[in-house]
């Protein structure tokens, strides 16, 4: 079994968008585009890529 593991950074004041309760709608030139998740969560909490 291969397990590929995307290397998370850390920066600074910077933190993912805690999906519960959140609503994104990500539009650029007119065309939507949609977030991903991560399949992982953190501090509990499932995270979305934005």
């Given at each position: 079994m291969i397990v590929l593991l995307m290397p998370l950074i850390f920066l600074y004041q910077f933190y993912f968008v805690r999906r519960k309760e959140t609503t994104i709608?990500?539009?650029?030139?007119?065309?939507?585009h949609h977030t991903d998740t991560l399949p992982l969560?953190?501090?509990?909490s499932r995270i979305l890529f934005t």
């Amino acid at each position: 079994m291969i397990v590929l593991l995307m290397p998370l950074i850390f920066l600074y004041q910077f933190y993912f968008v805690r999906r519960k309760e959140t609503t994104i709608e990500v539009t650029i030139n007119g065309k939507v585009h949609h977030t991903d998740t991560l399949p992982l969560p953190i501090d509990e909490s499932r995270i979305l890529f934005t």
